[in-house]
């Protein structure tokens, strides 16, 4: 059975003796309340991990914004060095889809299946889960992770595509979100593109699906045929195949095009 959510008070301690656990974060600083977690988090150290209660102005990819997490959503963001491995967008999605099913296990034995979408989208049921920024400084990489955890209802105009685990029917407490997300973003750290090209895989939800895809050089529409972390996603065009790099790519959505909302 679920247990009541800890208080943040207590979110220190227990986030602390995840980072014990850990290979490459050392410090954990939880803050009740901030604009963003990547601001935050370009005062630490290299190996900090910023959790927020709270993240009233937090940002998505491409100039987006990510809804305020209120006292439902997960906003945590990691320090890394400047030099990690170019892919870590997309091995960062992994760990956090990881760490939601991880966590929905432990609180209710059984586990939503959580998708990617290119480049660093989680997904449930075809909605939006939780996503994945990722900022460089001069000195460091800074890794934002957003999931929606206790979310019951959003915003109209996102309501269709977003989701929580909440909705999902999973109720998990966000400090234990957040410890399997320490957990799992420091084994896929520094993993190597092969093992990070297999589990995007598994989970990739556009792979054989025809997508039309914002880029850097207009849209592009054409057939998913692969993920590759080193240059991009493999898409079939009436031109033939095209690579298109996670940072100048997102797939096309129709509400994005017409409004100024985002989703969370
Ligand atoms: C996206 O889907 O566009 C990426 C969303 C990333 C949101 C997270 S929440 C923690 C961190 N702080 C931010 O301001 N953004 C990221």
């Not at 979110?11 to 954990?28: G, I, M, Q, S």
């Not at 410890?179 to 092969?194: F, G, K, M, N, T």
């Not at 790519?249 to 095009?257: A, K, L």
């Amino acid at each position: 059975m679920a247990r009541m959510s800890r208080p943040i008070d207590a979110w220190p301690d227990v986030l602390e003796a995840a980072c014990a656990a850990c290979a490459h974060f050392t410090r954990v600083r939880v803050v009740r309340s901030t604009a963003s977690t990547q601001d935050v988090a370009r005062e630490a150290a290299v190996g900090s991990v910023i959790v927020a209660g709270r993240q009233t102005a937090g940002r998505g990819r491409q100039g987006r914004a990510w809804a305020d997490t209120g006292d439902a959503g997960l906003a945590v963001s990691f320090t890394a060095p400047h030099a990690v491995h170019s892919w870590i967008s997309l091995a960062a999605a992994i760990a956090a889809a990881e760490a939601s099913e991880d966590a929905c296990m432990d609180a209710c034995e059984t586990a939503p299946i959580v998708q990617l979408k290119f480049p660093n989208d989680l997904l449930v049921a075809g909605r939006k889960l939780g996503g994945v920024l990722v900022e460089r400084t001069a000195d460091q990489t800074i890794i934002g992770i957003g999931i929606n955890c206790s979310q019951r209802e959003f915003p109209a105009a996102i309501a269709q595509r977003a989701t929580s685990l909440a909705l999902q029917g999973f109720v998990v407490d966000r400090c234990d979100l957040a410890c399997r997300l320490i957990a799992r973003v420091d084994q896929w750290l520094h993993a190597e593109a092969e093992r990070v090209a297999s589990s995007f895989r598994a989970r990739d939800s556009l792979r054989g699906r025809v997508v039309r895809f914002v880029t850097a050089a207009g849209m592009i529409e054409g057939l998913v045929v692969d993920v590759d972390p080193l240059r991009g996603i493999v898409v079939r065009t009436s031109r033939g195949d095209q690579v298109l790099p996670p940072e100048q790519t997102s797939v096309f959505v129709e509400e994005d095009r017409i409004g100024s909302v985002q989703a969370p």
